[in-house]
């Protein structure tokens, strides 16, 4: 797939998106999706990216963007992060709905969801995890069971991020009970706005509510809502979450913003003296340079879009390095660590803390860290799986 | 392999690998280390025609004119097979110094010899007790507060220095009849050039630590299977791999900023060493863990590796040091994203 972004010319790329982004980047952070709603100034964010063809500038110039390679899209990535730009309302959409259907839906399909998609019109979420399938996700049971031509969905879905805000859900369902587990699964879209789908929040450490549980109850889904064939879904599944694999959504350049603001707790707690503290922001800076590093090889090694076996140790070097920088920042923070008293504290202290709390499900979510270092294991080092019973 | 290396760097990195394999066996390198006798000067004369010793030598003085940037793999290779001999000092620090700083009459008189495989060249550090095999080396450059000094071994006083590491052959030289090369400048040149140039080379020795202990894990069982089936072994070697295999971009990283003198040079160099310091703990560690009691023997010849790896882990950029420098930089720093995100080339 010739990429049609950089046409081979990565600093002219780098320096359209740094241009574009520097004119039409909003000043100040936007609404906050948790209060239960798109805001129209997410929405008009997405409609502007859509208008300049940003929106999803990997997807294929056929389904409206612009077949961009791996090196292409870590710049833009690094890019947007480096302007600040605000968090995308569409990830899920944008980043394994829309092109698993191009990998695997109908034309019809394709036509009734990618636009919406692409646009912002439609928000997705995704329906994986249930309380008795985390790691093991196989062990899902939410049923769908085929009724003429619709499937009658009876279950439960966990962890679902972004849920209130969204108007659809890719879902695995168990189509078989009888079949081994990995190949009595489908992959179904559901409308959310179906009779008999409940969504509720789930309140999280630190006080938001970013992920939800989503109860089937008699959901009536159209056959037609299936993406690849009834009871193929585990390799749906793996595709789509194959797409997300090595290329990450974090960049460098995230990461040394969260180092600038670091450096700005230990001015404010007059630290820089400190031999210990120095020492650690040092170390902390390795790592964050160590990444642009990996990732700059795991883009050289990327071929056609497919990864090579470095891209295993992505997520686990990001979410453990993010883990020590934040730990340093509330050792930092000292007595204010706990604070959330504006006008006794510093500025950014609650983000810090609501950032901390989330740094520590970052070893847990898109695969806990010890299922990455069984892969790596198995697959990178090619040790023995377990004997499973 | 990597995508980020040219044809001509891999197939260096193709011919060091094989001659190391077939010339630094365990059974080898274990007879050299209980040896107190002069090595044998083959696989120093092997490298010599293989044009390994050549590569930094520019082509005018008999060399490859090939710059640092070239010599990332080599250098691993070099900590993949705990090679004794001083390639590193040779090719990294004291060709390219003695080529930048000396005067035509030096160049003259070493850089074709050392091509050739005719003259031995060492370095020695500040830090450093000695330099490796200064018992053997024909000619060192010396750092010192002052500068570089360049020293003939024949006109020179050097001291054994015994070593944990005997395959090493320390040889500590005395300023005395040095010749002055360099000023201060240079140390802090070379500085970079160590830096990343022992990176590379310690991130060989760890990555050679994991595929021993991967092997092992693959062959020993015990309660019935493979001890490497168990999760817990899994854990240590994948923890190990990925510390590797991250650092190794950052010393690949860091010698090609310091062969285009690149103004991140000097930080790419200290994130380097200080990315292979830890990955090399990490695998030292687990190694011999995964190992057990085996790989606690002098017959077994982990310890080859473990030492090589603890003792280049302490040189040319300790733990401490850099992290201290680097967090240093950090608080002195305007804008980060400025100055340490990325950039748009002006043509």
């Known amino acids: ?389 | 392999m990597s995508n980020m290396f040219s044809e001509e760097q891999l197939s260096l990195r193709a011919a060091a690998k094989d001659l190391f394999a077939a010339e630094c066996s365990f059974e080898t390198l274990l007879a050299e280390l209980e040896s107190d006798a002069q090595p044998d000067p083959k696989r120093w004369n092997l490298m010599s025609e293989m044009g390994l010793l050549a590569v930094t030598v520019p082509e005018e003085f008999g060399g490859l004119g090939l710059s640092v940037s070239d010599l990332g793999l080599i250098l691993e290779e070099v900590g993949y097979a705990a090679l004794p001999e001083p390639l590193m000092e040779t090719a990294a620090l004291f060709v390219p110094a003695l080529t930048r700083y000396g005067s035509n009459e030096q160049r003259e008189r070493w850089l074709p010899a050392i091509a050739s495989g005719e003259a031995m060249p060492t370095y020695q550090p500040m830090a450093a007790a000695g330099a490796a095999y200064g018992t053997i080396a024909d000619v060192a450059l010396i750092e010192d507060p002052k500068g570089l000094f360049l020293v003939e071994a024949s006109q020179a006083d050097i001291m054994s220095v015994q070593s944990m590491d005997q395959a090493r052959r320390l040889g500590r030289f005395d300023r005395g009849t040095a010749t002055t090369l360099a000023g201060p400048q240079a140390v802090a040149e070379l500085k970079t050039h160590g830096r990343s140039a022992a990176a590379a080379v310690l991130n060989g020795v760890s990555r050679r630590l994991v595929d021993e202990s991967v092997d092992y894990a693959k062959e020993r069982q015990q309660f019935g299977r493979p001890i490497g089936s168990f999760q817990a072994v899994k854990h240590l070697l994948a923890e190990a791999v990925a510390g590797v295999e991250t650092a190794r971009p950052a010393a690949w990283a860091a010698l090609a900023d310091t062969a285009s003198g690149a103004e991140a040079r000097h930080y790419a160099a200290a994130v380097a060493k200080s990315s292979a310091n830890s990955a090399a703990t990490t695998a030292s560690y687990h190694a011999l863990q995964v190992h057990g009691g085996i790989g606690f023997t002098w017959e077994h010849h982990l310890h080859i590796w473990l030492k090589r790896g603890k003792a280049l882990e302490e040189l040319y950029g300790a733990a401490n040091e850099l992290d201290r420098e680097l967090g240093s930089l950090v608080l002195e720093a305007g804008d980060l994203v400025e100055e340490f995100g990325p950039k748009i080339t002006t043509a």
């Open chain 1, 1 to 389: 797939m010739t990429n049609t972004a950089a046409n081979g010319d990565m600093n002219a790329w780098r320096r359209e998106i740094r241009t574009w982004l520097e004119a039409n980047v909003p000043d100040g952070p936007l609404s906050d999706p948790e209060k239960g709603h798109i805001g129209d100034d997410h929405r008009d964010w997405e409609q502007k990216l859509y208008n300049a063809g940003y929106a999803a500038i990997h997807w294929p110039s056929e389904y409206g963007g612009q077949n961009a390679d791996v090196a292409s899209r870590i710049i833009f990535q690094e890019e947007y992060e480096r302007a600040g730009a605000p968090p995308r309302a569409t990830l899920q959409g944008l980043m394994l709905a829309g092109p698993t259907l191009m990998r695997y839906g109908t034309a019809d399909q394709c036509d009734r969801w990618l636009g919406p998609i692409l646009r912002g019109e439609e928000i997705w979420c995704q329906g994986f995890s249930e309380p008795e399938a985390g790691s093991d996700l196989a062990n899902l049971k939410t049923s769908a069971v085929l009724d003429g031509d619709e499937y009658i969905l009876n279950g439960q879905k966990i962890w679902t991020s972004g849920a209130l805000v969204s108007d659809w859900a890719f879902v695995l369902v168990r189509t078989d009970k009888q079949a081994p587990k990995h190949h009595g699964i489908t992959w179904i879209m559901v409308d959310l706005s179906t009779p008999g789908v409940e969504i509720r929040p789930i309140r999280q450490i630190n006080g938001a509510s970013g992920f939800c549980e989503v109860f089937f109850t008699d959901t009536r889904v159209p056959a037609d809502n299936v993406v690849g064939e009834v009871n193929n879904g585990w390799q749906v599944a793996m595709t789509a979450l194959g797409f997300e694999r090595g290329v990450g959504r974090r960049t460098y350049v995230k990461f040394l913003h969260e180092l600038a603001q670091l450096r700005r707790f230990i001015v404010d707690r007059d630290l820089q003296e400190d031999d210990a503290i120095q020492a650690e922001l040092g170390r902390l800076f390795r790592k964050v340079m160590v990444y642009k590093y990996h990732v700059d090889r795991t883009v050289a090694d990327s071929d056609n879009g497919k990864v090579g076996p470095e891209a295993s140790f992505n997520k686990l070097y990001w979410s453990e390095m993010q883990q020590e920088l934040y730990e340093l920042g509330m050792r930092v923070l000292g007595g204010f660590a706990e604070v959330q008293d504006d006008h006794l504290s510093f500025p950014q202290v609650r983000e810090w803390q609501d950032t901390y709390w989330y740094s520590r499900a970052t070893t847990i979510f898109a695969g806990t860290n010890q299922i990455q270092k069984n892969i790596i294991a198995e697959r990178v080092l090619g040790l023995p799986k377990e004997p499973r019973k």
